[in-house]
Each structure stands twice: as structure tokens, then as C-alpha cells.
């Protein structure tokens, strides 16, 4: 009996072992490469970045990036300070304008100081989502529509295949004078930059949208089509039923690729047309000249980076929390 | 007497770059209620156009099928399919597959708790009610199938029609879903109409086997009446002298009149006899 414990324990230690081991197998694979892969980035880059002299001094290296994350940060404290004291200042001032005059309609403006790094983060992400928003607003139901019906994808093949290949940057002068001509109000909801930015991305969303979502309805498995015919089920039924689901895995990877391709475009329309957002801050950066202005362009492009990979990890989370289909390969 | 389920007449022509392609011609069967119909023959010899035409899956060139008086235009569900690959909506478990179907076929005529019964009850009538809330991808394929067999049964078709419904299982397996369905249609007396490659499996289960010649324009070469008494049991027929020779008739329909030569690159051609015999020679 003893020798049979020591047995089950012996066997029990030598499996939590083997446990272990994998356990650390499998940290070393997935944490230690891309730490190493980033170590390695940092020391190419920090030596390429030393050996780069420009007229603005040399190329920011990581260290020179890592400080300006410190001092962003610091100026963008500096200025909601700033903000506070201006809204304290406001409300003081006309407090005691309603003591003197009951009567007195107080005014109330908002802060208009510089905007900072953070502030320009925050518009380019609002811009991008609602942007994104609208294209699957409009291009996912076209999508559908267009894969149910061969004659529908007839008639609108040539010309999604016509704006698809046209960068929205191009569309980027004449949505500027449209929107300035049509969008006229004397209290707009919202910026004519931010329609500006907002249509640009639009356009870019819907080709790749509708073209994924078109072909994933198209594809559907025709015995599914089949089982809807014998149950006779309605057409709005069908769609939800078994057209939506069936192509959820397609319009996400439409969705994944519009977003991907709405960050890039969003920073180059920012830049060029000095919309507020990212791009500004980097254009307005290079106008700047300063010997910081290379390192803080660097910061935003790391910055871009990141959150691009961000946007798409999360697309990535909800697809797999939607899809039925978890053997398609999440990358 | 007048037949429940006839087939009259039907040719069907496929539109090809290459031209119309006749795949049927006069096919012709009367069918009775309660009947079990296999059909049986060579891959392309249009057995499952047949099925989809009366599933209404496919419209017939020429000819028609009426039911009950009434002429089959339209896919419904008193004629379920079965299909081969049992294609239940992956996104679905067993019993919400089964619910698309019943509350589509019965939401006027039953209660929620009556429809919640009545899935509970079909897939407890294929063994499935011990897995009825897994997804397709977590059951093996002869479960599957029989969620799809369940899925048809509960709509109470007129006509139940299976294309090949075994065809993608395991020996093992399909002996005992055979088993499985021979019990089902004791109880419930349907009339079915099922495709099939397997010569015993058309012998246990059938009461006429239809056996179709070779395409193109390929129609009913012979019908064989099985009368075997029934319940039948494998293990018992297979020494059985009757069920030896209707087995050897369909088999020797199959594999000499309607024998099937494989050619070398893959692509089959259908030689009648004489052309056999003068290879032979």
C-alpha cells in the first residue's frame, strides 16, 4: 500500500514537472521571441538613428522618443490645467455678474487652447469609428443586396471595380467643396474638418465591405440556401436566418481590412488637408523645425502603430466573439 | 387505384456551352402512401435530379409530379429533404436547427410550450436528446445526420425524401442508423423516397427498389418488390434465400446490364452490353 503511494506521488510530481516544463515552453515561445525580436529592433534602430544627421540634428533614436512621451505628456497636464483654471475663471467672472445684474445672461465659452497630443488622438479615433460606422452602415446591407441578386452585382460590378483602385485622398478636394457648399448650417453639429475626414474614410470603408460581404452572401453553402427553401422561409427571414450568419466570417474580414486601410488613409487626409487629428500634429511638427520636432514625429509614428494594432486586435475579438466559425484561422 | 405520389413523364435538359445535355428522359413511378422507395444506380445517372424535382428543388423540363392531387411547384416542407452532407446551420445546436424548422412549419397551429414538445420529441425519436444543445461541430457525423433526419421528421412531411443520407458515414455506423430509421418508419409510416449506392442497405430497407439505367437520358430500368416481412433484421436476412436473390437481381441490374466501365483518364463512359462482351472478346 505504501509502495503504491509513493508510486502516485512520485507520479504526481513528475507530471506537475512535465506540466511546468511545457508551461515554460510555451512562455519562452510566445513572450521571450517578441521580446527579443523588439530588443533587436531597438538596438538596429537606436544605432541606424546615430549614424542619421538631418537639419533638424539627428535622427530620434528610442531614447530621444522615450522622452518625448515624458514631455507630451507633461504639456498635455500643462494645458488641462490651463483649461480648468480658464472654466474657473469664466464661472467666477460671471457668478459675480449675476450678483450685480439678476438679469444678466451669462456667457459661456469654451477653451480654445493649443490642442494636445492626446486631444489629437482622441479626434483621429472618433473620426476613424464614425467614419468606419457609416461605410458598414451603408456597405454591409449593399453587400448583401448585391450578393443575393446576380442581375443587382451585374449592374454595380464595374463601378465598385472602378472606385475601388481610386485613393480616397484623390476624393479628398471635392468632398472638401461639397461639404463646404451643401453642409451650411449657422450652428453646425459638427466641424466641417471632422465631415471632411469622416466622408474620406467612408469611402475608403465601402469598396472592401461591400466586395467581402457581396462574396461571402454569394458563397453560401447551397444546401443552407436549400433547407431555407423547403422551410419556405420569407425573404427578411432567410437573410436573418441564414444569409447574415453564414457570411458573418466574410463581412468581418471585409470590416478588419476597411479598418486597416481607414487608419492609414485617415493620417494622410489629416496631413494633407490640416484636419484636426494626428496627421495635423505630425504636419504641424515638420512645419515646426524644431530640434524636438523629429523626435515627437517619431513618437506619433510609433503611436500610430500602436493603435492601428490595436483597432485591428479588436475587430479581431469581436469577430471571434460573433463567428461561428472557429476554425477559421484568427490572424 | 389512384397513387398518393406520381412521377409522370419527366425529361429534364441542362443548358451546356456545349448544348442541351439530356440527363432524364421519361421517367415514370407511381408511388403509394406509407411506401419506401429507394433509388438505386450509378454515380450521374440522375437519381438525385430526380429527388430535387420532387422536392421541387428543380424544375422539370418536361413532365411533373403531383402529390395528392396537387402538381409540385415549389420547394415545401411536406416534402422534408435529408440532404447527403446532413447540412444543419453550423451556427445553430441540434435543437435550435430542429426549431428553425418546426416554429416555420407550426407557429400558427401550435402553442410554444406544444412546439417546444414537439422538437423534444424528434430528436428523442433519432437518440438525440442527450446532445440536443451542441453545436454541429461538436458531434460526430452520424449524430449530425441524424439531427438532420430529426430536422425533417418534425416538419410531418407528406413525402420524406433523402438523397444519399448515409452516404458520408462509416459501416458501423450507418448499420446502426438503418436500424434507427426501420424503427422510426415503423412507428411512423412515412413515405420515403431515398437515394442510395448501398445494395443491402436499399434491400433491408425498401419496399420497391428503383433502379435506374445509366445517364444520359437515363430513366427507370426495372423496379424490384421487396416483400420481405418486416421487422427485418440483418443478422437474420443475411442467410435468408429471398433476400440473397433480390440483393443478387439488384446487383446483377447494376454491375452487368448496367455495368459502368472506369476509363483510364478518369472520365466514365457507359457501354451497354454487346459493347462489353465484344471488349471481352
Known amino acids: 500500500m505504501n509502495t503504491l503511494m509513493d508510486k502516485i506521488t512520485f507520479n504526481g510530481t513528475e507530471s506537475t514537472k512535465l506540466v511546468v516544463i511545457n508551461l515554460l515552453k510555451h512562455v519562452s515561445q510566445s513572450i521571450a521571441l517578441p521580446i527579443l525580436g523588439i530588443l533587436v529592433?531597438?538596438?538596429?534602430?537606436?544605432?541606424?538613428?546615430?549614424?542619421?544627421?538631418?537639419?533638424?540634428?539627428?535622427?530620434p533614436g528610442p531614447g530621444a522618443v522615450a522622452e518625448q512621451v515624458v514631455n507630451l505628456y507633461q504639456e498635455h497636464r500643462a494645458e488641462r490645467i490651463k483649461a480648468e483654471k480658464f472654466y474657473q475663471r469664466q464661472e467666477e467672472r460671471n457668478a459675480k455678474r449675476l450678483a450685480q445684474d439678476p438679469n444678466y445672461q451669462p456667457k459661456i465659452r469654451p477653451y480654445t487652447g493649443k490642442e494636445t497630443f492626446w486631444d489629437q488622438i482622441i479626434t483621429s479615433l472618433i473620426t476613424v469609428m464614425s467614419g468606419f460606422l457609416l461605410a458598414a452602415i451603408i456597405a454591409i446591407p449593399l453587400g448583401i443586396a448585391v450578393g443575393l441578386s446576380r442581375s443587382l452585382n451585374t449592374a454595380i460590378n464595374p463601378i465598385i471595380q472602378i472606385f475601388k483602385p481610386v485613393s480616397p485622398l484623390a476624393w479628398l478636394p471635392l468632398v472638401t467643396m461639397v461639404v463646404s457648399a451643401l453642409y451650411v448650417s449657422d450652428d453646425p453639429m459638427f466641424a466641417k474638418s471632422f465631415v471632411n475626414s469622416l466622408i474620406t474614410v467612408t469611402l475608403c470603408c465601402l469598396w472592401p465591405m461591400v466586395i467581402n460581404t457581396s462574396i461571402g452572401v454569394s458563397?453560401?453553402?447551397?444546401?443552407?440556401?436549400?433547407?431555407?427553401?423547403?422551410?419556405?422561409?420569407?425573404?427578411?427571414?432567410?437573410?436573418?436566418?441564414?444569409?447574415?450568419?453564414?457570411?458573418?466570417?466574410?463581412?468581418?474580414?471585409?470590416?478588419?481590412?476597411?479598418?486597416?486601410?481607414?487608419?492609414?488613409?485617415?493620417?494622410a487626409a489629416e496631413m494633407l488637408a490640416q484636419n484636426p487629428g494626428l496627421g495635423k500634429f505630425v504636419w504641424d511638427e515638420f512645419q515646426n523645425g524644431s530640434s524636438q520636432s523629429l523626435s515627437r514625429i517619431m513618437t506619433a509614428v510609433l503611436v500610430i502603430g500602436l493603435i492601428g494594432f490595436l483597432l485591428d486586435r479588436s475587430m479581431l475579438s469581436i469577430q471571434s466573439l460573433l463567428s461561428w466559425n472557429k476554425q477559421t484561422d484568427l490572424r | 387505384m389512384k397513387s398518393f405520389l406520381e412521377i409522370s413523364h419527366i425529361d429534364m435538359v441542362f443548358e451546356t456551352p456545349k448544348g442541351p445535355f439530356t440527363a432524364l428522359k421519361s421517367v415514370d413511378l407511381k408511388i403509394n402512401k406509407g411506401e419506401f422507395i429507394s433509388l438505386i444506380g450509378h454515380s450521374g445517372c440522375g437519381k438525385s435530379t430526380v429527388l430535387n424535382i420532387v422536392a421541387g428543388l428543380l424544375k422539370a423540363t418536361m413532365g411533373g409530379v403531383i402529390i395528392n392531387d396537387k402538381e409540385v411547384?415549389?420547394?415545401?416542407?411536406?416534402?422534408?429533404?435529408?440532404?447527403?452532407?446532413?447540412?444543419l446551420l453550423p451556427w445553430l445546436t441540434a435543437y435550435q436547427n430542429v426549431e428553425l424548422a418546426v416554429k416555420q412549419v407550426f407557429h400558427k397551429t401550435k402553442s410554444k410550450a406544444e412546439i417546444r414538445d414537439w422538437i423534444e420529441h424528434n430528436l428523442k425519436l433519432v437518440h438525440m436528446d442527450h446532445a440536443m444543445h451542441k453545436r454541429p461541430d461538436e458531434i460526430s457525423g452520424g449524430m449530425k445526420q441524424r439531427v438532420g433526419i430529426a430536422r425533417a421528421l418534425s416538419m410531418q412531411p407528406?413525402?420524406?425524401?433523402?438523397?444519399?443520407?448515409?452516404?458520408?458515414?462509416?459501416?458501423?455506423t450507418r448499420a446502426h442508423m438503418q436500424d434507427s430509421l426501420m424503427e422510426i418508419q415503423d412507428e411512423l409510416k412515412n413515405t420515403v423516397i431515398m437515394i442510395t449506392h448501398d445494395v443491402d442497405e436499399a434491400v433491408l430497407l425498401s419496399d420497391r427498389i428503383v433502379m435506374m439505367t445509366n445517364g444520359p437520358a437515363a430513366t427507370i430500368g426495372e423496379i424490384q418488390e421487396v416483400n420481405l416481412a418486416r421487422p427485418r433484421n440483418r443478422v437474420?436476412?443475411?442467410?435468408?434465400?429471398?433476400?440473397?436473390?433480390?440483393?443478387?437481381?439488384?446487383?446483377?441490374?447494376?454491375?452487368?446490364?448496367?455495368?459502368?466501365?472506369?476509363?483510364?483518364?478518369?472520365?466514365?463512359?457507359?457501354?451497354?452490353?454487346t459493347e462489353i462482351k465484344e471488349q471481352i472478346a
Open chain 1, 219 to 267: 458563397s453560401i453553402d447551397e444546401d443552407w440556401v436549400n433547407v431555407s427553401k423547403v422551410l419556405q422561409l420569407p425573404a427578411l427571414k432567410h437573410i436573418q436566418k441564414i444569409v447574415l450568419p453564414a457570411s458573418i466570417p466574410a463581412i468581418f474580414t471585409g470590416m478588419r481590412l476597411s479598418l486597416g486601410i481607414a487608419w492609414m488613409v485617415l493620417i
Open chain 2, 236 to 273: 437474420a436476412l443475411s442467410n435468408d434465400p429471398e433476400y440473397n436473390e433480390i440483393r443478387s437481381n439488384v446487383l446483377t441490374f447494376l454491375y452487368e446490364k448496367q455495368r459502368k466501365i472506369e476509363t483510364i483518364t478518369g472520365k466514365q463512359s457507359t457501354l451497354d452490353e
Open chain 2, 73 to 87: 411547384t415549389t420547394p415545401g416542407p411536406e416534402r422534408a429533404v435529408v440532404f447527403q452532407n446532413h447540412s
Open chain 2, 158 to 172: 407528406e413525402v420524406l425524401l433523402m438523397d444519399e443520407p448515409f452516404g458520408a458515414l462509416d459501416a458501423l
Open chain 1, 41 to 59: 529592433f531597438l538596438a538596429l534602430w537606436s544605432t541606424a538613428a546615430n549614424n542619421i544627421d538631418t537639419s533638424l540634428g539627428k535622427f
